[in-house]
């Protein structure tokens, strides 16, 4: 049986998930899965079968050239889209075409490619309408955390978000993100037409914030960048998942980046 009879099979039993206390452990540190994805825009077919999964902890770069269906994965995973097969699972509960603000009740906080701020709040209330408590026993991250992270939104907490710079406004949409305190954050293209000077301030605070043991998918064209900064990367070609390994192994493979990366 394929992915997609598999699923339909499934979804005409009413796939029900292990309750948390039945779940091994490997199931208990898996945040996001999504299993044999076949997602379309109108008739067109853009996902084929894609497979994913991230851990706790993990760092994940996506990559692939424009329109390999990076986004519309992780659309489809978030719950914005709905596939035609497959599955998605949030911590082992079957979340398939969401509720969105459900899965990111569950701890998966994502920042869109075109950011999306509120433009007529300032950046103080931006960040303090998303705050949620983080789990007890972990380092949180409090306002003042995020501002010591980001110090020119500490430059301009009155100002509103519609008055910020492009840079500054992917700062905020980061530093909103964080104020839910996260298990994963997924970052798609955020260092995406950033003068060279804030591009370097993201990748230093995605390495922070990968640090800091939130688990991270990050979507960029600079794989040189992603890989340096990752685990494990994948590559989509097609809509279809072409190479899924340690980025170690992508980063010394010239031949595997021309073919599929390339310019």
Known sequence: MNDMSMFRVNE?????????????????????????LHTYYGSSHILHGVNF???KGEALGLMGRNGMGKTTLIRTMMGFLTPKAGGVLVRGQRMTGGPTHKIAKLGIAYVPEGRGIFP????????????????EGQREWTFDRV????PRLAERLTNG?????????????IGRALMTNPDLLILDEATEGLAPLIVREIWRVIREIRDSGIATVIVDKNHSAVTALTDR????????????????????????IKKHLGV
């Open 12 to 36: 005409a039993a009413q796939w029900v998930t292990p309750a948390a206390a039945e779940q091994s452990p490997d199931q208990r540190e898996m945040l996001l899965e999504a299993i044999g």
């Open 120 to 135: 007529n709040l300032s950046v103080k209330e931006n960040l303090l309408m998303a705050a949620r408590a983080g789990v």
């Open 233 to 256: 990367s994948m590559i989509l070609v097609k809509g279809q998942v072409v190479f899924d390994g340690p980025s170690e192994e992508v980063r010394n493979n010239p031949e595997l």
């Open 53 to 55: 999964h991230i851990r």
């Open 147 to 150: 501002m010591a992270t980001f």
């Open 161 to 173: 978000g519609g008055q910020l710079s492009g840079g500054e406004q992917q700062m905020l949409t």
